[in-house]
């Protein structure tokens, strides 16, 4: 967040972060004593009591999870980057092999650079652009604020002289499209999920062919799912939380999507309906991503603990990560939150949660479920395969 102060009657919390307790900043004041409350560049909230201003110490909160700003188009090699009102669209160069072998002498090639394909600035801009994510294959752009736009790409022109932009089409939405928080692609590029202000999921199926609206259908969990008396949060006014986060799995049968109170929903994309929900958890939730594969959804909270969660049976999974239920012992000490989860194709077994400055990997334990169990199996029968193409070739 952009530096601000304010003072307010009473101490305030981050979304999702438990109350700091009384009295605050070590000054000996109480609740009702008058605080001062900073956001900096650090991202840390900072409390402090009016009472003895000049004595007392500052109270942190821990950073809220932030939601990435780039999103990845695989199989285009694109990157999507969005800032206040605009989306730059990259094109990543192939993977650097540096120079022949054999070769030696004489300074190494630089890499390749990424080149800007595009700058799109949409018009009519009510506020600062929310999201923004380009689908896999690069064909299409989702970019959000009160509304969302949604543009197709063709890439095909681009490369049609040089420096040429790909040329930009903005497809219609129906007007039941809601502001979102949140997108994501599915892995085919056919779908479209919308993770809103209102708390719900909208999916919208994509067709490359037409220039029709897309239809939307609009899933929704169970109030008394979020509201009971089991979880604390009763919603007096029956309203639901904005999506913040949103993953889907690879073989396209579930979504999950978390919430601003902590709350994780499992939806099914083949009856397109609510399934069930994650136990509460203790600290918000700061990156998903299925197991590629598999029903088993990875979750990484602010407090720096792994969670596998069966989407399917939608029951916790301890046994399959080393650190059980604990916060992760390397990173326990870090301030920074897990902005995304990467999973290693050639490793499937292995996730790298992924920081702003660091990066760590976890492996998955093979025998806590047999969806990992495959995994490892269909892993070790690739890289056999692999071995012996190699061995042939020499």
Known sequence: PAAAAAAVAAPAAAAGAAPVPAPLGGGGGSWLTPQLVSAGLDTQ??????DGFERCSPSKLLPPPLPSSCSV????????????SEVRLWQLP???????????????????????????????LSRHLFCASASSDGRWLLASDTSPRLYRIGLESHGAGAGAAPEVTRVPLPEGAAAAVCAAFSADSRL???????????????????DAPPCIHTLRPPLDEFAGADTGDAVADGTLAAVLRLSLSSDLQWAAAADARRRVSIYSLDALAFHGAMPRLSSPPAALAFVPGTPLLA??????????????????????CAAGSEPLQPV???????????????????????????????????????SLRRLGAAAAVAAAAAAAAAAAAA
Request: aromatic share 2%; with cysteine; proline share 11%.
């Open 299 to 320: 979750v990484a909270t602010v407090d720096k603990r792994l969670l596998i969660f069966d989407a399917d049976a939608l029951r916790l999974i301890p046994a399959a």
């Open 192 to 210: 479209l999920l919308l993770g809103t202000t209102l708390g719900t999921l909208q999916a919208l199926p994509l067709d490359a062919a037409t």
């Open 94 to 124: 192939l993977a650097h092999a540096g120079p022949p072998a054999g070769e030696r002498g004489g300074a190494p090639p630089p890499p390749p650079e990424p080149q800007q394909l595009l700058l799109l600035k949409p018009s009519g």
């Open 73 to 84: 188009a695989p199989q285009a090699r694109l990157l999507a980057a969005h800032g206040v």
């Open 332 to 370: 326990r000490g870090h301030t920074e939150a897990v902005l995304r989860i990467v999973f290693n194709q050639a490793a499937p077994l292995s996730l790298l949660l992924c920081a702003q400055t660091w990066s760590l990997r976890v492996d998955l334990n093979a025998d806590a479920h047999p």
């Open 45 to 50: 909230l900072v409390l402090l009591s009016l």
